[in-house]
């Protein structure tokens, strides 16, 4: 179930690969807004440059999540996906790495393009890339229940983001702290430890409460 | 009475209504003399503190809005589960009225932390884990508030509500536990269940008095705005219209029974002779 849900997601998304790469572009563009906004001062902006990229990265799947079930819930093939994809569990995973895939691992390849454009300090990259490694797929995973729960509702975008960014809050707190600790030329073991440890329940739990949100959402359509 | 038949009675919005009527002016008339006996003597009688002088005193306020905003969001997971596990009516209900109480816990516990915090700390406001907790907290609050307006329909909003604070209350001890250790300046928690206040008696009494008032302002709220929620939900229903119109039978026809009806009931009795 789960390889037949990935693959059919992920031809979506090949077939509309405007809707993918839309977020990875706003992640470049506010990225640089802020070195604007600290009008060429290299060494404040590559101070700032953690916290800036693991919110903007937070942000931007933020926008990609908003998109993971309209489109079904539109056509209608939300419906026989809650009613005929059995076990919902592995579905739900199929379509969720699928979004991981396209927003939570693309970034984390062009992270060291965003760290360039920040003047990130060269001892926090790898830091910055197995955090973000192993924190997207936390965001992705809990981010599914808050998509499924507002499918189909108007404004969902805000809504979205404010349902979300609370629950999104751990994961910004490690991910920020282990790349100041890897700049620091300090072992980020912990904090890396924390990340997975987040991402690991995620997936044991979320899958459950993301296929429950679409039965509500599906119910009250 | 077996439990079966008691679990399955409680969860009768109908039954709730019948037995509720005297425990809010019990809860009301308690929260209101705790309230009143902890506040004048934490205020006018408990011995000021060695550091802070008076300023401390707002410890009063603090601390009860604090263990508020807290109980309230465990609650609403819990009736959450009920909600989705049992498909417990009552629990829908009670999860549409904590809410703004909560949020308003939350709200004072902040406020008068603020207020605290300047002449204690130097700060109206520090990003420190207790603090950054609470605040999170409050846009949890804020977030269940949004979704439950953005979906029209009661029943399924009452559901969606209930997920997300199941999967809230899943969370707090993750965020809470973060910010912790990302950064602390704040006091441990003033009572702990394991061992005694590092408090003097003559300071924590009248603390404790003013907890147990808040609790009951929030049983009192709870029962009133669900017992108001209980009629509005229920408007359709046979009881419901027989309650309202005394000991008149209903006059017009008779909504259907599944579907809330568009004109409200009052405007049906108004317009009778």
Known sequence: ?221 | MNFKAWWHRLGSPKWFYRVSGPWQSLFLSLALALLAIGTVWGLAFAPPDYQQGNSFRIIYVHVPAAMLAQSVYLLLGVAGALLLVWRMKLAGLVLETLVPFGMGATALALFSGAIWGKPTWGAWWVFDGRTTATLVLLFLYFGLHALRRAIPDPAAASRACALLAIVGVINIPIIKYSVHWWTTLHQGATFKLTTAPAMPAAMWAPLLVNVLGAYCLLAANLVAKLRNAILRRERSSRWVRDLMDGSQPSIGPAPSPNRPSAAPSHSQRSAAP
């Open chain 1, 1 to 221: 179930m789960f390889a037949v849900q990935f693959r059919r997601e992920w031809l979506c998304v090949l077939r509309s690969k405007d809707e993918a790469l839309n977020p990875l572009v706003f992640l470049f563009l506010a990225a640089s807004l802020f070195a604007i906004g600290f009008g060429g001062s290299s060494d404040r902006l590559g101070e700032a440059a953690p916290a800036i990229i693991w919110v903007l990265v937070l942000l931007a799947n933020l926008l990609s999540l908003e998109a993971l079930f309209r489109r079904d819930f539109e056509d209608g093939a939300l419906e026989q996906f809650v009613l005929f994809a059995q076990p919902q569990f592995a579905a739900v995973l199929g379509k969720v790495a699928v979004q991981w895939c396209a927003c939570g691992l693309a970034m984390t390849l062009l992270a060291p393009l965003l760290a360039l454009m920040l003047n990130l300090s060269a001892a926090a990259l790898p830091t910055l890339l197995l955090g973000l490694l192993l924190g997207t797929p936390a965001l992705s995973l809990i981010g599914a229940v808050g998509a499924a729960l507002t499918v189909g509702l108007g404004g969902g975008g805000v809504l979205l983001a404010l349902l979300l960014a609370p629950l999104h809050l751990p994961v910004l707190v490690f991910g920020v702290s282990a790349t100041l600790d890897g700049g620091a030329g300090l072992a980020a073991t912990a904090q890396l430890y924390w990340l997975a440890g987040i991402s690991v329940l995620a997936l044991t739990l979320t899958p459950f409460a993301t296929a429950a949100a679409l039965r509500i959402s599906v119910e009250r359509s």
